[in-house]
């Protein structure tokens, strides 16, 4: 219980990036020994989202381009499988269900320009797509992956959709159906193409999203003052 809800306060971001955490406080906070702790801190840090310190705690990792990059290229390949295993695995019936889940969310990308309100819908008909492929290490990864993600999209402010609008949104939700479609149809290669594509626009624009928030966080550098000689 106490990994599960420090990965919710991590990924909300109520524990913000690069933030140190004490194991006495997380010890108080539930009132627990420190052993807990100590194990919850492991579970974490095996996700991914804290580095341990022997005798100090522990850290939330911070955000950085080229683990950002990482794990779009990976959400990207375990996505594009799951998708491409769907299209033989998944029954008429789901198919139709899949479809159903599509107008929903393009209707939500024409109602909001929420990003995250997007981003929730998005990945429910991922996670519906990733367990119709009957590949449970495929959605055991993919599930791991979009946690990071998840936690990364909190780059996107309130000031970042007002000033680029729903573009990105529009895009998603023409590609999402485009890769509905080739999963109904059955067409593996295109599905999976249509996959790694979709999650490709939202990396395109986490990219300036991410420069934007590094720019307004930028600490200023401390001037150096030249000692007056006498």
């Known amino acids: 219980m106490i990994a599960r809800l420090l990965i919710d306060d ?6 913000p990036p690069g933030a140190w955490i004490r194991e006495r406080e997380i010890a108080a906070r539930f009132a627990v020994s420190h052993a807990p702790v100590r194990e919850a801190f492991r579970q974490v840090a095996n996700i991914g989202l804290l580095k341990v310190v022997p005798w100090r705690g522990a850290f ?6 080229h683990a950002a990059d990482e794990v779009y290229e990976l959400w990207k390949a375990l996505f ?5 295993l769907a299209c033989a695995e998944m029954s008429d019936r789901d198919g139709r269900e899949l479809m159903h889940r599509l107008v929903e969310y393009k209707d939500v990308t024409l109602r909001t320009e ?3 309100e997007h981003l929730n819908v998005s990945n429910r008909i991922g996670r519906f797509i ?6 449970p290490l495929a959605l055991e990864l993919l599930d791991r992956v979009a946690l990071l993600a998840r936690w990364q999209h909190n780059v996107y402010t309130n000031s970042y959709i007002e000033t680029h609008g729903n573009e990105a949104a529009r895009r998603s939700a023409a590609l999402y159906e485009t890769l509905c479609r080739h999963i109904v149809a059955r067409d593996g290669d ?3 193409a249509a996959a790694r594509a979709l999650i490709g626009v939202t990396q395109e624009s986490f990219e300036q999203a991410l420069e934007e928030y590094k720019a307004r966080h930028a600490k200023p ?3 150096r003052r030249r000692a007056k000689s006498a």
């Open 10 to 15: 991590i990924v909300a971001w109520r524990i």
């Open 190 to 192: 295109a599905a999976d």
């Open 80 to 84: 594009g499988v799951a998708c491409r």
């Open 130 to 135: 990733a367990k119709r492929s009957n590949a």
């Open 114 to 116: 929420n990003t995250f």
């Open 60 to 65: 939330v990792i911070d955000l950085d381009q």
């Open 221 to 223: 550098r401390a001037s």
